[in-house]
């Protein structure tokens, strides 16, 4: 069995989330300062979440049905391959290329081929910052792929967009952190999905691996 079909097959534990979540706290952080600086607007993010998957639904904060979303998305090659999207409402996605180019905030306003040049650019740099100290954690190159920015509609009943499902298929878990401004409203998310490879590391980094912890428990005989 693959270490892939292994990671599937079993659930993991509280602190195997827990180390999932702390990897994902530092990558956003960085990926908020560098989007922050990019746009000269002050965003920052709230606590990481780990959530299983395949997603059912979208939450309300991203819109309601119908609704247009922006998604980025970089493939992440290193032992395995990773993914990274982020999430933006139209018009959230909207007015940071306004702040990016410079130019008087229009919302709301149809989406521009400028607006996916600025979505790629700032794709690319915060998921590149997110990336940086969490290679220098699990010591491992990673080899972002080009961003892609393309966008979807919320379906009928806050059913997920069809792109992202496509996106998300393959993967078991998402780091969730959500990108909020200085008045504390939402204005986007951002994603990782970590392979069976970079979990594992990320398992032994913290000490929470198979080994370690069986290890513990025969220690204290549970």
Same mark, same amino acid.
């Given at each position: 069995m693959s270490m892939a079909a292994q990671m599937q097959r079993r659930q993991l534990d509280e602190l195997q989330l827990d180390a999932l979540k702390e990897l994902g706290n530092v990558g956003a952080s960085h990926a908020s300062a560098a989007l922050s600086n990019l746009v000269s607007k002050d965003i920052v993010i709230d606590v990481a979440e780990c959530v299983p998957l395949p997603m059912k639904k979208m939450h309300s904060r991203f819109g309601k049905p119908?609704?247009?979303?922006?998604?980025?998305?970089?493939?992440?090659?290193?032992?395995?391959?990773?993914?990274?999207?982020?999430?933006f409402p139209k018009n959230v996605a909207t007015e940071l290329s306004d702040l990016m180019f410079q130019r008087p905030v229009q919302v709301p306003r149809k989406l521009t081929p400028e607006d996916k040049e600025a979505l790629v650019e700032m794709?690319?740099?915060?998921?590149?910052?997110?990336? %940086?100290?969490?290679?220098r954690f699990l010591k491992v190159d990673q080899m972002p792929s080009p961003p892609i920015a393309t966008f979807d509609v919320i379906g009928n009943d806050m059913d997920i967009p069809?792109?992202?499902?496509?996106?998300?298929?393959?993967?078991?878990?998402?780091?969730?952190? %959500?990108?909020?401004?200085?008045?504390?409203?939402?204005?986007?998310?951002?994603?990782?999905?970590?392979d069976a490879t970079t979990q594992s590391l990320t398992f032994q980094k913290f000490g929470v691996d198979d080994a370690a912890l069986n290890s513990t428990f025969n220690k204290f005989g549970v």
């Open positions: 119908g609704e247009v979303l922006a998604l980025i998305a970089i493939d992440v090659k290193a032992s395995g391959r990773s993914r990274m999207i982020i999430i794709g690319d740099f915060c998921i590149r910052e997110y990336l %940086n100290p969490i290679s069809q792109k992202f499902g496509i996106l998300t298929t393959g993967y078991d878990i998402k780091v969730d952190a %959500n990108f909020v401004d200085q008045k504390g409203n939402f204005q986007g998310a951002i994603t990782y999905l970590p």
